[in-house]
């Protein structure tokens, strides 16, 4: 699909590798609405981006949220073809901790909302609107991108619940890309590594250093415009569909 002229949703828009993503769609002719909680984040990035970009806040989990930025993205822009997916949290905590904690169950709960429920919740909705869209070449009609990450298959100690999400992620993107096929709806899924984003650069450098020593090349964070460029290639590989694409220099994180 040639991102020129076409209309994207971007979860957790306004920073990190969503932001990355947006700021590479705009330049390549690409529209963009960002969706995220952050209100003032959100709406700067927009305004960075131009004319454009627009911003809705939105929370990912609730369905009336998700429906109400869908709709304001068709109003804004009068399609949908690209969706997304890069909100997300992390949490550290173990099955059972010191003296024989269990995992909170509301903490496990509120990661899968947010990462795993978060993300279907969008790419269904999304795609409800693309399977509108007039075919293009191929048939086609839209795209969606997911982010996983190498916890769903290297999940160190502590990371149960968001290597959980991450798997799931995942699982789905093939029974999905199936799903949509009918549609002319490709959907596919990146799994970065260690990335310069928000999330990573809140942890102690104790935490980074070792995850940089397990990357085999280069040893680095990676930089969001690599995020970036790895979904402009998803959307405009039309034969790419149904896959879930490491980024991560290499990296096999060890348990610690």
């Known amino acids: 699909m040639n991102i020129q002229g076409k209309v994207a949703v971007i979860t957790g828009g306004a920073s990190g590798l969503g932001r ?140 149960v619940a968001y290597a959980a999400t991450k798997g799931g992620v995942v699982g789905m993107t093939l029974p999905m890309a199936r799903d949509l096929a009918q549609f002319g709806i490709r959907v596919n899924t990146i799994a970065p590594g260690i990335f310069n984003t928000p999330l990573m650069n809140a942890a102690p450098d104790k935490v980074k250093m070792p995850l940089i020593e397990m990357t085999q090349f280069p040893k680095r964070l990676g930089d969001p415009p690599e995020y970036a460029a790895l979904v402009c290639h998803m959307v405009e590989n039309t034969f790419l569909n149904g896959e879930t694409i490491r980024l991560d220099g290499g990296i096999r994180m060890q348990p610690r």
Not at 31 to 53: C, F, N
Not at 90 to 95: D, F, I, N, P, V
């Open 20 to 159: 990355a993503t947006a700021e590479a769609l705009v330049a390549r002719g690409g529209r963009v609405m960002i969706l995220d909680r952050d209100q003032e984040k959100g709406a700067e990035t927009a305004a960075a981006l131009g004319e454009a970009a627009a911003f809705v806040q939105t929370d990912v989990t609730d369905e009336a949220s998700v429906k109400a930025a869908i709709d304001a993205t068709r109003d804004r822009f009068g399609a949908l073809h690209l969706c997304v997916n890069c909100a997300g949290v992390g949490s550290a905590m173990k099955t059972v901790g010191r003296d024989n904690q269990p995992h909170d169950l509301g903490v496990f709960n509120m990661v899968v909302q947010i990462n795993l429920i978060g993300t279907f919740n969008v790419a269904r909705l999304a795609a409800a609107l693309m399977a509108e869209n007039e075919p293009g070449d191929d048939n086609e009609r839209g795209v969606i991108v997911n982010t996983a990450s190498v916890a769903a298959f290297d999940g160190q100690v502590g990371q």
